[in-house]
């Protein structure tokens, strides 16, 4: 089924409803859950679409260090999930399980195909449409796409150099 | 080997009494004559306090502890180890980020130094709406002066680095006066990574001062234990049930803490104080508890400018302007001090809206980036009330809505912001909003600001001073604890954090909850043991 973007634009109640159906992307309840974060093979698949659209042109154009580059960005967006509450850890796993859902990613994301073959300027057009769009839960899901890729990237020391940050004082460090 | 020296884990080595609640195998129960909930601001000045005076004392902190060999000036690793939630606990609606500690020490470990007396005009406005006619700056002033003394706060003899000083530039070419920021610091480096726990033991935080006096002093020390609830009979707590928390600090083990005490002071930071009182079922027959919830909402504003402004470089914050806290009466439009915050990768790169292309530019830029902030003074005007607290299955969520009148102040405190800016010299200025661009000149920015839809989630609102909750006043109408932060209905019960605040400070509140709990303490050490306090003094 392809959705014009158009729709996806006035999307409105029905995305709230499919947003219900998919499974609470955004829980306010903080559940009691033993469970952690997982970065399955679906949520990879996603992060994997979003994060060279997210991050732009620091990432390396090389295939193999782009590969190696996108790989530990997913590594440290797992990472810092996995330093989040229970509750939170749930919700972004949500997040991900509905993205990689078919019928989200094509009404509530507007993205065309698979993950893996997403065309990067439609999932530029996703992010910038959840970043203003009338829902706040998208708001909210954007900004925490956002935050985790954006925050785990730049704190790695690999990234330092850069952008001209020199980082703490070695001396202290041992 | 480290350079350092590590007075904690000296102490540890001493024979200090501090128990990992992770590493608990079975269930305890223990006895003390006060426990105190929280090891921040309040619990470590009360810790100290009560100990110096003779009195059994068990402090219950939900953080790990985490000394000076453990703070490696490194974000990824900081914010999880400190901070509640890794630094990005939220409100209800996910539009406000709130900095808390979580750590020994709380927020302590973790702030920026920043240390001013509760301003008067604040104090005069608690003595006419809550009755709180012994809270006067004359009052108070031999108990902020002591608790100075203890903590080596005083003038900062350093000259600011570039971000703050690009504040009292800007500001200056505007007439706008600035001052200096006074700072709890001994010996610092002029490093700049505060925010990630003192690497070298200068910022006199609880984590070295207070609370290694205590467990000097015979004090207890529980890690990794969270307060679940109060048992209360009659007008009575019995004893506080706990829960050892997993050694990540997210998950609970199983094992249970029971502590029994004479008195139960909380301590736990104006979330999570009225949060256990609430899941407690704590007598609140006006409503009132977990009402009047403050954050000095703060937006940020980021200009470039052509020569480096280096903002992760330095003492954070040296320079401030309460202007704009003056211009109107304290109930009157929204009022804001003027600050400038650190500026390091994890947290500046999130901050920053867009993505892609955009936001990389900006991080291009990072050594040349200038930031401010606008704290506004909540709590003062009808429409800005603050928040409240609800138990969502037993977790504490904080509602916080913004009305026109709130959203009026960010609009003219993101115009100032600006001005000050391009008046220091910058090429460009953005407001921290999803919709804002850089723009290039004072007058683009003015049209900008003017037209920007502020809403939460489109406006970045951060808040670093949670305040509130447990509000104070002599009337039960008013309050739910007493001026001598005696929680009204509950007869051993004390409130000694930043809960207490019957409206924000209007400056961070560090030195406010020192000076006021200092007093609180004292008062309660006297009752208890029948004898003058003790007085804690400078190691």
């Known amino acids: 089924m392809q959705v014009p973007r158009r729709s996806f634009l006035k999307i409105g109640v029905a995305g709230a409803c499919t947003l219900a159906a998919g499974g609470a992307l955004y829980r306010l309840a903080h559940a009691p859950s033993a469970s952690r974060f997982a970065l399955d093979g679906k949520a990879l698949t996603v992060l994997n679409a979003v994060i060279p659209v997210m991050l732009g042109p620091v990432l390396p154009v090389a295939a193999e260090a782009r590969a190696l580059a996108l790989s530990g960005a997913s590594a440290r967006v797992r990472d810092a999930v ?4 229970l509750a939170t850890q749930k919700e972004v796993q949500d997040l991900f399980g509905l993205l990689a859902l078919g019928p989200a990613r094509r009404l509530l994301a507007g993205v065309r195909g698979d993950w893996e073959q997403a065309d990067p300027a439609n999932v530029a057009a996703f992010l910038h449409s959840w970043r203003t769009h009338s829902l706040q839960t998208l708001q909210v899901a954007y900004q925490a796409l956002h935050d985790l890729i954006i925050g785990a990237w730049y704190a790695d020391p690999a990234t330092w150099e850069s952008i001209g940050y020199p980082g703490p004082v070695r001396e202290l460090l041992a | ?27 305890q129960t223990l006895e003390a004559d006060v426990v105190i909930v929280g090891s921040g601001a309040g619990g470590g000045v009360t810790a100290e306090i009560l100990a110096l005076s003779g009195l059994k004392v068990i402090i219950v902190e939900e953080g790990a502890l985490k000394s000076s060999r453990d703070f490696k000036m490194r974000e990824a690793e900081a914010y999880p180890a400190l901070y509640q939630e890794s630094a990005a606990r939220k409100t209800k609606d996910k539009g406000i980020t709130i900095l808390q500690g979580r750590t020994v020490g709380g927020s302590t470990t973790i702030n920026w130094t920043s240390s001013f007396r509760t301003p008067d005009i604040t104090l005069r406005y608690w003595n006419q709406h809550f009755g709180l006619k012994d809270y006067t700056p004359e009052s108070l002033a031999p108990w902020f002066g002591m608790m100075e003394e203890r903590l080596s706060i005083s003038d900062w003899p350093t000259p600011p680095n ?33 925010g990630m726990g003192c690497p070298t033991n200068a910022k006199q935080s609880m984590l070295v001062t207070t609370i290694p006096s205590a467990l000097q002093h015979g004090a207890s020390l529980l890690t990794r234990v ?8 009659n007008d009575r707590v019995t004893t506080l049930e706990c829960v050892a928390l997993t050694p990540d600090g997210l998950g609970t083990t199983g094992r249970r803490i029971t502590l029994r005490a004479r008195h139960f002071v909380l301590a ?72 400038a915050p650190p500026l390091h990768p994890l947290l500046f790169s999130t901050t920053m809206p867009g993505f892609g292309a955009q936001h990389a530019a900006v991080m291009r830029q990072f050594p040349h980036v200038h930031a401010l902030l606008a704290l506004l003074r909540d709590g003062f005007h009808a429409d800005a009330p603050g928040g409240s607290v609800a138990l969502v299955h037993g977790a504490p969520v904080l509602d916080y809505p913004f ?22 010299g910058a090429q460009s200025v953005t407001p921290v909003h999803e919709r804002a661009e850089a723009y290039s000149s004072w007058t683009q920015a003015q049209a900008g600001i003017n037209a920007l839809p502020l809403k939460l989630l489109q406006t970045r609102v951060v808040s670093a001073h949670v305040m509130g909750g447990c509000g104070m006043s002599d009337d039960e109408r008013l309050g739910v604890t007493s001026s001598g ?55």
């Not at chain 2, 080997?1 to 904690?8: A, G, L, R, Y």
């Not at chain 2, 009305?403 to 220091?424: K, T």
């Open chain 2, 1 to 27: 080997m480290s350079v350092i020296s590590d007075p904690v884990q000296a102490g540890i080595a001493a024979g200090w009494r501090v128990t990992d609640g992770a590493q608990l195998q079975a269930d």
């Open chain 2, 485 to 539: 932060g005696r929680y009204h209905g509950l007869a051993n019960v004390s409130v000694h954090d930043g809960s207490l605040f019957p409206t924000a400070i209007g400056a961070n509140p560090q030195l406010s909850i020192y000076g006021i709990v200092a007093r609180l303490a004292s008062g309660l050490a006297q009752q208890m043991t029948g004898q003058p306090a003790a007085r804690p003094t400078r190691a």
């Open chain 2, 268 to 339: 736990g930071g104006a979330i999570n104080t009225p949060a256990l009182l609430m899941r407690s079922t704590a007598p609140d027959p006006h409503g009132l508890l977990g009402k009047r919830t403050f954050l000095h909402p703060t937006v940020i504003s980021a200009g470039i400018f052509a020569q480096r402004v280096d903002g992760y470089a330095g003492a954070p914050q040296s320079v401030y302007s309460d202007h704009f806290l003056h211009n109107d009466r304290i109930d009157g439009p929204m009022g804001y001090k003027l600050e």
């Open chain 2, 403 to 424: 009305s026109p009148f709130i959203w009026d102040g960010v609009r003219r405190a993101l115009l100032s912001m600006a001005e000050i800016q391009f008046a220091a």
């Open chain 2, 226 to 233: 969270r307060a679940d609830r109060l048992t209360i009979k």
């Open chain 2, 162 to 194: 570039e971000n703050n000083d690009l504040l009292r530039r800007g500001a200056s070419k505007l007439n706008i006066p600035t001052g200096l920021i006074r700072r709890n610091v001994n010996g610092c480096w002029n490093l700049g990574y505060c």
């Open chain 1, 82 to 85: 996995l330093g989040l509450p």
